[in-house]
């Protein structure tokens, strides 16, 4: 048996209306080379400047990710030569990272499990390339994008966690705001690094590095062919070469090129941009902005306001929804009226029309007016849902149209005994088939035409109670 080792290398463009360092605008084109400066094209004379909104929204993520952030800003020259960096060097970071030591915990088969960050360092991207046969083409595009590039520890240790870790993290950018972190669009890859080594051995076994997966289904394929690939080799005693490979369309592993070292990046301080002091005051700002995470509300959720782990996931899943259903808590709502409502309603509604929450005419502070009310018996479930779905379609405030249309609940029980007693009258034979065959169906049938004689404004409960007594009194 061999222990499986795995760190990811994880690359997320970051959402600014420039980019890095070029005041080129930093959005998605399928026009070739449409977004350029001279910048991002290294020619002769050029001078970065950098972007702060980048820089801010990496101390951001760093600072969620429970990263150490540095006193300064620091930017250094990687040199090295590849058809998609113009200039010969890519401007990034070593020296002062935006953040080291950091976590994130992950919750992986009902546990969780805290998957150590080396470090998180901001970047520009590089220019991409598309092969042909005979020759290849350069789209200066993404050249200078910002990129903020997330090292793990090697420590993850199946496909499972591995996925579920990219899955999470991207969530972290969503939540924070800082990217669109769309994987069709290559806004967010990341590099596979996996190694196998026997139980009780203290070394690592060889690395081999996969490049540029995109795509949650390709991170899974590539690390379980490579755990067997790799499993066979050492089990026949062969020895696992350190390269880069990469994934093919079948779900295997191909060799790209052999890595016998490292490479010497030759790492020096970017001259041509000056250091920026980190103050206090724009670190305690940005923790201002740091919002609740996707596994703390989840766990939140279960275990102080008691929910299932399903009504959890979907409410912590996206921060706009869990936002929503936070604020409509906010005014002292019934929290298990409110999951009821957010997660049936609510989403189903949005669902339906295909809308996006901003787009929702009902608030949260009308959600919970509506709730407060079924809450105090004063409206019923079943009609609280339809006055809310006559709001949605009329774009009002379902608590104003309560009070319009008199649709409060009837809860006196003098008031429900006379309609439910005239409803018998009015329904003998159904009653002699309670009476003398004994139909229960007859309670349901006066549940119904008492719903339907009131607008469904009777207390369902207490009905139900009162047409049985009559029933049972009826029948002695």
């Known amino acids: 048996m061999y222990k499986v080792v795995i760190g990811l290398e994880v690359h997320c463009e970051l959402t600014t209306k420039t980019k890095n360092f070029s005041s080129a605008p930093n959005e998605f084109s399928d026009y070739p080379n449409e977004h350029v400066a001279t910048v991002d094209l290294g020619l002769p004379g050029i001078l970065p400047v950098a972007n702060k909104e980048a820089c801010r929204k990496a101390l951001l993520t760093a600072m969620a990710l429970h990263c150490k952030t540095p006193d300064e800003v620091i930017f250094d020259r990687k040199n090295y030569f590849y058809a998609d960096l113009p200039k010969g060097y890519q401007i990034t970071q070593n020296t002062k990272p935006m953040g080291i030591d950091g976590y994130l915990d992950i919750m992986v088969d009902g546990h969780v499990k805290r998957v150590d960050i080396h470090d998180l360092h901001l970047e520009e991207d590089t220019a991409s390339l598309e092969h042909f046969p005979k020759y290849s083409l350069i789209d200066y595009n993404r050249s200078g994008v910002p990129l903020i590039e997330i090292v793990t520890e090697p420590c993850l240790s199946s496909a499972d966690e591995a996925v579920t870790f990219f899955e999470d993290l991207r969530d972290v950018f969503l939540f924070l705001g800082v990217s669109e972190a769309k994987s069709n669009y290559g806004q967010m890859r990341c590099d596979v690094n996996i190694s196998l ?50 994934i093919g369309l079948d779900g295997k592993t191909y060799s790209m090129r052999e890595k016998v070292d490292a490479l010497d990046y030759k790492y020096f301080i970017e001259p041509n941009i000056p250091s920026t002091p980190i103050t206090d ?196």
Not at 205 to 213: A, D, L
Not at 343 to 351: A, F, K, R
Request: net charge negative; glycine share 4%; no cysteine.
């Open 197 to 246: 080594m026997e139980e009780g051995a203290k070394e690592l076994g060889t690395k081999v590095e996969m490049k540029n997966i995109n795509a949650t289904q390709s991170i899974r394929a590539a690390i379980e062919y490579e755990i067997e690939r790799q499993s066979e080799l050492l089990s026949k005693g062969e020895k696992v070469i350190q390269e880069t490979r990469r």
């Open 281 to 476: 005051d724009f670190i305690y700002e940005l923790k201002q902005e740091l919002p609740e995470l996707k596994l703390d509300r989840y766990l939140k959720y279960i275990e102080e306001y008691k929910m299932s782990e399903y009504d959890a996931g979907v409410l912590s899943k996206e921060r706009s929804i869990s936002d929503y259903f936070e604020e409509v808590l906010s005014y002292d709502t019934d929290i298990s009226l409110a999951v009821n409502f957010v997660t049936s309603t609510v989403l189903g509604t949005l669902n339906k029309l295909e809308i996006t929450l901003e787009e929702f005419p009902i608030t949260p502070k009308m959600l919970s007016g509506v709730i407060k009310l079924v809450h105090e018996g004063k409206i019923s479930l079943d009609h609280a849902r339809k006055i809310l779905y006559q709001a949605i379609e009329e774009k009002k405030d379902p608590v104003e149209l309560i009070e319009k249309q008199n649709l409060h609940q009837i809860d006196d029980e003098s008031e429900l005994l006379e309609l439910i007693t005239g409803i018998m009258e009015e329904n003998k034979e159904i009653v002699r088939q309670y009476v003398e065959d004994g139909n229960m169906g007859a309670i349901n049938f006066f549940i119904g035409q008492t719903m339907k004689k009131s607008n469904r404004q009777a207390n369902p409960n207490k009905s139900k109670d009162i047409i049985i007594k009559e029933l049972e009194r009826r029948k002695k």
